[in-house]
Every structure is written in structure tokens, then in C-alpha cells.
């Protein structure tokens, strides 16, 4: 099947960083937008990043200057690098590919099932 597999997570204190790597099989990414969503608690889905076929990337107000969206369609897999860490950072994170190669319209269409990120002050 056509699948995303996130890993990467983990529990860090305030301040540290930590990298997600998001995996897909099934189908090539190098076709796609690709995403970075979380979901905090009681909190709604929140679009953080996007990286579109030419690697041009958008961010989140909330993780600009501190996260770096990047891709490597040879490996297939999309990645999240993220720094200076902060407690309202804590939410499961979750890749996605848009049905259109770039990022204007939300037609994500295939979704991981998230890796946990647990910011502690």
C-alpha cells in the first residue's frame, strides 16, 4: 500500500532539538508537496511546514527561524529538523503528501500516523 511512516520522536527538555524523518512506500514522493502537521492537545491540526517539488518551503508563524522543512526524493523521505524546542511544541506530528506538486491548495491526500514530540520545561 501507499504509506508514511514518521519516526524520530521523543522527549526533550526545553531548548534541544530533535529530527523527524518521515518514510513513504508505495509511491515516490519527488511528484508531490509534502507537509508537516501537528496536533497538540486540545488543540486543532496545525500545518507547520510544506516543502513543494522545488523545494521551496512555507512555516508555521509558531515554529519560523527554529524548524527547517527539507526532502530527499533519492530516499524518499521528507524531514523535519527542529530547534531551540519548546513545551507548547509538545504535539504528534504527522507527515503528508499534497495531490498537487505544489503547495497552493490543501489536497493532502496520504498521511502518516505521527511520532510524539514531549517538550518538559
Known amino acids: 500500500g501507499q504509506q508514511l511512516m514518521e519516526t524520530g520522536g521523543g522527549s526533550v527538555q526545553a531548548g534541544g532539538a530533535l529530527r523527524l524523518s518521515c518514510s513513504a512506500s508505495?509511491?515516490?514522493?519527488?511528484?508531490?508537496?509534502m507537509g508537516w502537521y501537528r496536533r497538540g492537545q486540545g488543540v486543532v491540526k496545525e500545518t507547520i511546514a510544506t516543502?513543494?517539488?522545488?523545494?521551496?518551503?512555507t512555516y508555521a508563524d509558531s515554529v519560523k527561524g527554529r524548524f527547517t522543512i527539507s526532502r530527499d526524493n533519492t530516499a524518499n523521505a521528507l524531514y523535519l529538523q527542529m530547534t531551540d524546542l519548546k513545551p507548547e511544541d509538545s504535539a504528534l506530528y504527522s507527515c503528508?503528501?499534497?495531490?498537487?506538486?505544489?503547495?497552493?491548495?490543501?489536497?493532502?491526500?496520504?498521511w502518516g500516523q505521527g511520532t510524539r514530540v514531549t517538550v518538559s520545561a
Open positions: 503528508a503528501a499534497n495531490s498537487l506538486p505544489r503547495c497552493r491548495e490543501n489536497r493532502w491526500w496520504n
Open positions: 508505495g509511491y515516490q514522493i519527488d511528484g508531490y508537496c
Open positions: 516543502i513543494d517539488i522545488n523545494g521551496t518551503t
